[in-house]
T-cell receptor
Framework: AQTVTQSQPEMSVQEAETVTLSCTYD???????LFWYKQPPSRQMILVIR??????QNATENRFSVNFQKAAKSFSLKISDSQLGDAAMYFC?????????????FGKGTKLTVNP | DSGVTQTPKHLITATGQRVTLRCSPR?????VYWYQQSLDQGLQFLIQ???????AKGNILERFSAQQFPDLHSELNLSSLELGDSALYFC?????????????FGPGTRLTVL
């Protein structure tokens, strides 16, 4: 079974600075998806960024980018120019690519605090 | 707004009772997923339906059941409720395709069992 580990329960960053959230995963599959979801105090789950394992290029979405290291099974999220609105819980998630269950397997989350 | 709707937003009930949570997926999405978020267990997958059929089961208790109707909305039924069932229950939907990975989440239903 796949597992996702987020080793940083809490992180903090100064406004306008850069922060990196870590995620590692374990799988025997070669094709899969990886995601970062953001959960602000409203509790809504918001997709931040996705990465297909077969793509070597790291995904970017505006101030958010990932460092995907397939061999190391590592998938970190970098937030540049941090803003107060980035404060939230961040969850790393894994999804199988192949048919069958498309369930998401989540890490325990990292609580990000942004200091003004 | 993800396009996924869930009702009710909040539900307070007593132990031993039964409740039904409702979810309407995004227009065009055939797959519906249910997740439970609790303090001790984190976010856990419960069950998936695709176009009316059960597709996958996760750590769903026997006291829980779900179904997806012809109009694609889904209901999660929780019975013989216990204090430990208090959690945030999310519904998510996606287009069922190997090329589409995203699941879009509804706002959740917060269940409190007293």
């Amino acid at each position: 079974a796949q597992t996702v580990t987020q080793s940083q329960p809490e992180m903090s960053v100064q406004e306008a600075e850069t922060v990196t959230l870590s995620c590692t995963y374990d799988t025997s599959e070669s094709d899969y998806y990886l995601f970062w979801y953001k959960q602000p105090p409203s509790r809504q789950m918001i997709l931040v960024i996705r990465q297909e394992a077969y793509k070597q290029q790291n995904a970017t979405e505006n101030r958010f980018s990932v460092n995907f290291q397939k061999a190391a099974k590592s998938f970190s999220l970098k937030i540049s120019d941090s803003q107060l609105g980035d404060a939230a819980m961040y969850f790393c998630a894994y999804r199988s690519f192949s048919g069958g269950s498309e369930k998401l397997v989540f890490g325990k989350g990292t609580k990000l605090t942004v200091n003004p | 707004d993800s396009g996924v709707t869930q009702t009710p937003k909040h539900l307070i009930t007593a132990t031993g009772q039964r409740v039904t949570l409702r979810c309407s997926p995004r227009s065009g999405d055939l797959s519906v997923y249910w997740y439970q978020q609790s303090l001790d267990q984190g976010l856990q997958f419960l069950i998936q339906y695709y176009n009316g059929e059960e597709r996958a089961k996760g750590n769903i208790l026997e006291r829980f059941s779900a179904q997806q109707f012809p109009d694609l909305h889904s209901e999660l039924n929780l019975s013989s409720l216990e204090l430990g069932d208090s959690a945030l229950y999310f519904c998510a939907s996606s287009v069922h395709s190997a090329s589409a990975g995203e699941q879009f989440f509804g706002p959740g239903t917060r269940l409190t069992v007293l």
